[in-house]
């Protein structure tokens, strides 16, 4: 099973971050081949549509290659004001941006369509970040996506790993496995069916 596995910050030490990198291992131990990707190292303006009709940015067409060839993805997405970031906004709008006059990438939904989503997230406060998935869950059904129903909000993550990346706490290490297992669970699921279809 092909996992993309990606957080919505690019800060150096920002937990969601942490938690990808450490859902990548739970990932890789269930045996899922995970991409773990980093958004900062993709060079992707603010979205504007006059830049875009000189010519979609190259890393823009990197990253609807990447979500659409891995039929499954979890996001740790941190909570700004209540929300998710600007970031995962932006590279959800230019993912999502049809190409005008490219074969590919002419159906903005081609990215999103059917990917079975987990969600998780991070944060320093005791709520771990759960109104970003709130928003973040019609924003990506609305794009066709399948939402795992798990979910799982880390709370007090400023204590919650240790100094190699590793969840402390055995409850919480169960949380994002669930939400890693089912992923999985529903990815092969839906991946065999439409295997199945198209023979």
Known sequence: ???LIFAGS???NSYNRRLA??????????????TLLELGELDIPLYNADLE??????????????LSEHPAWIICS????????????????????????????????????????GLLSA??????????????????????????????????????????GQLLNETQRQGVQAVVDEVLWAGQRLSAKRIDQSS
């Not at 009709?53 to 990447?66: E, F, N, Q, S, Y």
């Not at 932006?90 to 002419?106: E, L, M, R, Y």
């Not at 109104?131 to 204590?159: D, F, I, V």
């Open 53 to 66: 009709a000189r010519g979609t940015p190259a890393d823009v067409i990197r990253l609807k290659t990447v």
């Open 123 to 164: 944060s320093p406060g005791s709520l771990g970040g759960l109104r970003s998935l709130e928003h973040l869950c019609p924003l990506l059904r609305n794009l066709q996506c399948w939402m795992a129903p798990k979910q799982y909000a880390l709370g007090n993550a400023g204590t919650a790993f240790d100094e190699n």
């Open 10 to 12: 690019t800060r150096l």
């Open 78 to 117: 941190p909570e700004y004001n209540a929300s998710y970031t600007a970031l995962l906004k932006n590279t959800i709008d230019w993912s999502s941006s049809p190409v005008k006059g490219d074969a590919q990438w002419s159906d903005g939904l081609k990215p999103f369509s059917g990917k079975v989503v």
């Open 1 to 3: 099973m092909k996992l």
């Open 21 to 34: 990198q450490f859902t990548a291992t739970l990932a890789r131990a269930a045996g899922a081949e995970v």
